[in-house]
């Protein structure tokens, strides 16, 4: 299923924290383009298993893991549970993102050991080969971002705005349309290294992705280059329809 996500896009995907069966079984009835399971600020790596990724594969949704760091250990792990791709966070230089590569890959082109846990995928075949989604987050990224997007093997750059905001200018920017607005406090920097990821991946036939977080800033994301974005993300889905249905009875009177 990762073939779907190398382009052309829109690819539009949903972010989970809680990684929870009955949150990822909705998400993913929702026929997303992928479901991406945090397990660098949400559930551990150690907390998934090969069921939920199963459970993914009946509603055709690939189903993609934020590993916790750039460690060949965490991606194989979550390769060997099913997963159809691994997004790889606080990648600095091509170096990075060559070992990001060949720790999704089995030799001679690079050093994941064997041992699927799932006989859903073949990992010997042909055309299986892992989404590998590099973060920039860092002003060293940035600053590196060509090298990185040539890397082969790279799929996505996929911007955490948080991190990238706080390393360009100590203001996270979790809210990206106060980015493409202006109203961002860094938001002429923030706005010049995103042109200059889009540009990188255009040139590398790698896809630009930015975490969004909704539906609204995802269309003016687009309207700037991006092709994938997390549409939603399931505690800030979660908090906002609940506080939306009570203002909703408190204000009835």
Known sequence: ????????????????????????????????????????????????????????????????????????????????????????????????????????????????????????????????RPICAIQVETAAALENIDEIAAVEGVDWLYIGPADFGLAIGGVPAPDVTKVFDGSHPLATELAAGFRAVVDAATAHDTLAGLHTSSGAATVIAEEHGFRVSCVAADLGAMRAGMADQLRLVRNSD
């Open 1 to 128: 299923m990762s073939d779907s996500l190398r382009g052309p896009g829109p690819i539009h995907g949903f972010w989970s924290t809680t990684s929870h069966p009955s949150v990822i079984d909705v998400a993913c009835s929702l026929e997303p383009d992928f479901v991406c399971l945090d397990a660098q600020h949400g559930t551990d790596l150690s907390r998934l298993t090969a069921d939920t990724f199963t459970a993914m594969a009946y509603y055709e949704v690939p189903g993609l893991v934020r590993v916790a760091q750039n460690d060949p250990v965490d991606l194989g792990r979550a390769l060997d549970l099913g997963a159809s791709g691994v997004m790889v966070p606080m990648i600095d230089t091509a170096e990075d993102a060559a070992a990001a590569v060949a720790a999704c890959r089995y030799a001679p082109v690079g050093n994941r050991s064997y041992g699927m846990q799932t006989s859903r995928i073949d990992p010997l075949a042909e055309d299986y």
